[in-house]
């Protein structure tokens, strides 16, 4: 997009690395998108392992070309760094995602737990009562009782996906509780100053975007009004630029490690509670929605408040994020843009393996189990892969499979994949060899239907039959070998 520099050399902390021809196709979908969205201004920065690789505005800011140190509202992006300072909270060990939240702020009325919170299936509704909170300033709201509303509008807790600031908020008091900081304080000291954020908080840092509405019919603008949340602010308030959030998409892309552990990770990245909408691609994880988009697997947040949009999306796979914000308050299809963003890097600059290597230190008796197996008659594949896992996988299907890690003596459990959680157990016969495989009470056999296997249900006695409906030998044995 534009700078090329290596790290350190610019304000956004660019490293150079993309093609021409990448970096041609990225700002052009930059410019299209400022104007097709007739945004004021917008800038878009792209992300990987290593830091900001690239990073270009369009438009005008205080009479100049915005850049990467710019800064913008960022709207619901606002959630995610509330989930990060609660799963913190967790891994210090002052909280369990089981936790009702009424345990740790007694008398909220609130029958949900921190989890459910987190991944909007808390029952409560979408916005607080009285009027347009965002366009408000917080003090209208002085107590969280103003921010929750009447009982009466709480629908029961874990039913469905109901997206809800007043959620977060409540979110944002927890912490208050459990760390003994205001909110904004707390992120500073746990996410912010670790991460060398210094341009994100509740207020704009520098030169900062003006907030506007564009006028639907003609080209002419409105200023929004920016005020303060009050308790609303976890949900919504604060202030970054293109480069601090790269520094976030690091930490979600799992290539900064210093704050999150893995399973926290894992836990923001895996779906809660699907969209009450009939798209399968979309869903939401733990301040972190999620959404399939041209054949990859993002993970990020959108954020939109009067005056300004935001978008943040990550994929893992590829080792690329991007970051989109404009300021203004409606046009720009922005989540599409970031989105398109990473695909048009995943696409030129595709990660590449690295090369495949037998493995160094394996239990050799585990190769006795690989090969194929059978539930019922749908074969399936396990595998023995260098780390140590099992992988099992149907042949045939498109589909992933499961992965499994050892827990104790022919106990395996699965961590990744439909089967994750679900325990896979060898079993083995009186003289100790192995007879078949149980996962979750599947029973899976070396043939199809293996008579000699303890199938639940048990195997017709006169076997497999050809199209007459006589049995397929003569010999009274099944096609697998075994007496019938």
């Not at 896992?389 to 459990?413: E, H, K, M």
Request: hydrophobic letters at 40%; aromatic letters at 6%; a negative charge.
């Amino acid at each position: 997009m534009t700078t090329e520099e290596r790290p350190g050399s610019t304000p956004d902390h660019t490293v150079a690395g993309l093609l021409p021809t990448t970096r041609r196709a990225l700002l052009h979908r930059l410019a299209v998108g400022q104007v097709d969205g007739r945004a004021p201004s917008m800038v878009a920065a792209v992300v990987r392992a290593d830091g900001l690789v690239r990073a270009a505005g369009r438009g005008e800011v205080d009479h100049g070309t915005p850049d990467a140190a710019t800064s913008y509202r960022i709207g619901s992006i606002s959630k995610t760094f509330t989930a990060v300072q609660v799963l913190l909270l967790r891994e210090a060990g002052r909280l369990e995602l089981t936790d009702p939240i009424q345990r740790h702020l007694p008398g909220c009325g609130v029958a949900a737990t921190v989890e459910q919170l987190l991944a909007h299936t808390g029952g409560l509704p979408a916005e607080p009562p009285g009027p347009w909170w965002e366009r408000t300033p917080g003090e209208l709201r002085p107590e969280l009782s103003d921010v929750l509303g009447p009982a009466s509008d709480r629908r029961p807790a874990g039913h469905r996906y109901r997206y809800s600031n007043p959620g977060y908020a409540l979110l944002g008091a927890l912490i208050e509780r459990l760390s003994g900081h205001r909110c904004g304080d707390h992120l500073r000291q746990a996410l912010l100053d670790p991460l060398g954020m210094s341009a994100t908080g509740a207020e704009p840092s520098g030169r900062h975007a003006t907030g506007w509405a564009v006028h639907p019919w003609a080209d002419v603008l409105l200023p929004e009004p920016t005020p303060q949340y009050g308790h609303l602010a976890p949900a919504g308030q604060l202030w970054s630029t293109a480069a601090d959030l790269g520094r976030l998409a690091a930490v979600l892309l799992g290539a900064d490690t210093r704050l999150l552990s893995a399973d926290s990770l894992a836990r923001m990245r895996t779906p809660a509670s699907p969209p009450e909408s009939a798209d399968p691609d979309c869903g939401y994880g733990l301040g972190l929605q999620l959404l399939r988009h041209e054949g990859l697997e993002l993970a990020g947040h959108t954020g939109s408040v009067p005056g300004f949009l935001a978008a943040l999306w990550t994929c893992p796979d590829q080792d690329v994020a991007a970051v989109v914000l404009a300021n203004v308050t409606t046009g720009p299809q922005i989540d599409e843009i970031a989105a398109d963003l990473v695909k048009i890097v995943a696409d030129r600059e595709p990660v590449i393996p690295p090369p495949w290597r037998p493995a160094t230190d394996v239990d050799l008796a585990l190769v006795d189990l690989t090969g194929p197996w059978y539930w019922g008659a749908r074969p399936v594949a396990l595998r023995l892969l260098g780390d140590g896992t099992l992988q099992l996988t149907p042949i045939g299907v498109a589909n992933r499979g499961t992965q499994f890690r050892r827990t104790a003596d022919d106990r395996w459990l699965g961590f990744k994949g439909f089967y994750a959680d679900e325990t896979l157990r060898v079993c083995r016969d009186a003289a100790g060899a192995v007879s078949h495989l149980d996962l979750g009470t599947l029973v899976l056999t070396r043939g199809p239907y293996q008579p000699a296997t303890a199938v639940p249900g048990g195997v017709d006695p006169a076997g497999w039959r050809a199209g007459s409906g006589q049995p397929t030998t003569g010999t009274g044995r099944s096609v697998n070998g075994s007496a019938g």
